[in-house]
């Protein structure tokens, strides 16, 4: 079956610092893959995919790689801010497979700090 | 605007007490999810429907009922046999079945027991 396994969190950043959040996956089709972002007490946004191998998915100077070699997407921003507090999910979504829904890691907590 | 409503924000259940909480869409869209987080764990399906008045179940729908009787409304019951219910519940609606790309989310609700 598909899974989605991301680092642990939470992760603690100083502002203006580099984030990598690694996520690896395990799928039987070909998935599109997410990053989502959740504010607290709020729902789930999408903050960028990509849908094929070597895709690059960018948004609000996030960017993450589907890297079919290595099952990966791992997301990155070169300078983040305290505003990107949240908790980010990578998820698959395997379509073409017939399934109906998205396949969610556990999350990791992201705190900025000033 | 067009989006999901979930309401109420906080919802309290007592022992044996059946709670619904409610999904509104006014997107158009044919498909409807309800997802359950627990702290630290990813997203889990508990049902989703594809067309009104169909249903089908996800992941963990036991001790959970629901319906789709209009296009724009899918409330999720949990029930007394829900043994652990306290979760933040989320809902999601997509423009078709399987349709992943294109998931939005209400705010959540959170359930907790008295």
């Known amino acids: 079956g598909n899974s989605v396994t991301q680092m642990e969190g939470p992760v603690t950043l100083s502002e203006e610092a580099f984030l990598t959040i690694n996520c690896t996956y395990t799928?039987?089709?070909?998935?599109?893959l997410f990053w989502y972002v959740q504010y607290p007490g709020e729902g789930l946004q999408l903050l960028l995919k990509?849908?094929?191998?070597?895709d690059k998915g960018s948004n609000k100077g996030f960017e993450a790689t589907y890297r079919k070699e290595t099952t990966s997407f791992h997301l990155e921003k070169g300078s983040v801010q305290v505003s990107d507090s949240a908790v980010y999910f990578c998820?698959?979504?395997?379509?073409?497979?017939?399934?109906?829904?998205?396949?969610f890691g556990k999350g990791t907590k992201l705190s900025v700090i000033p | 605007d067009g989006g999901i409503t979930q309401s109420p924000k906080y919802l309290f259940r007592k022992e044996g007490q059946n709670v619904t909480l409610s999904c509104e869409q006014n997107l158009n869209h044919d498909a409807m999810y309800w997802y359950r987080q627990d702290p630290g764990q990813g997203l889990r399906l508990i049902y989703y429907s594809q067309i009104v008045n169909d249903f089908q179940k996800g992941d963990i729908a036991e001790g959970y009922s629901v319906s789709r009787e209009k296009k724009e409304s899918f409330p999720l019951t949990v029930t007394s046999a829900q043994k652990n219910p306290t979760a933040f519940y989320l809902c999601a609606s997509s423009p078709r079945p399987g349709v992943v790309e294109k998931l939005f989310f209400g705010s959540g609700t959170q359930l907790s027991v008295l």
């Open positions: 990509a849908t094929k191998a070597d």
């Open positions: 998820a698959l979504g395997d379509s073409g497979a017939g399934s109906y829904q998205l396949t």
């Open positions: 799928a039987t089709g070909y998935p599109s």
